[in-house]
């Protein structure tokens, strides 16, 4: 009896041990050029593990921020104009707009 009990734990060890990552790679949407937008087509990795609503919104969250980041505004523009005025040296004391929204 003593060798099943040990046998049974011996399984339940080898299932605790095995990686239970999943990589999902969601694809780039180049529908309106070179934007940094992803597809909120749902992977079917994600099958019964995620909501298809809770990963399109998601998704529309990250694209709705990397379109904000990329804006072109005057303050971005003046901000490349003082950035090669100064050789890119602003960026040490400056955050840039884009990795302040994004």
Known sequence: MSNHHNGARTGETEQMAQPQCL?????????EGTLVKFQTRFPQELEGRL????????VNR??????????????TYCEGCLA??????IYICKETHYDKES
């Open 23 to 31: 990589k999902v790679f969601v694809q780039r949407d180049y529908s």
């Open 51 to 58: 909501e298809r609503q809770a990963f399109e919104a998601t």
């Open 84 to 89: 090669c005025l100064t050789v890119h040296l």
């Open 62 to 75: 990250l694209n709705a921020y990397f379109a904000e980041a990329e804006k072109a505004t005057c303050s």
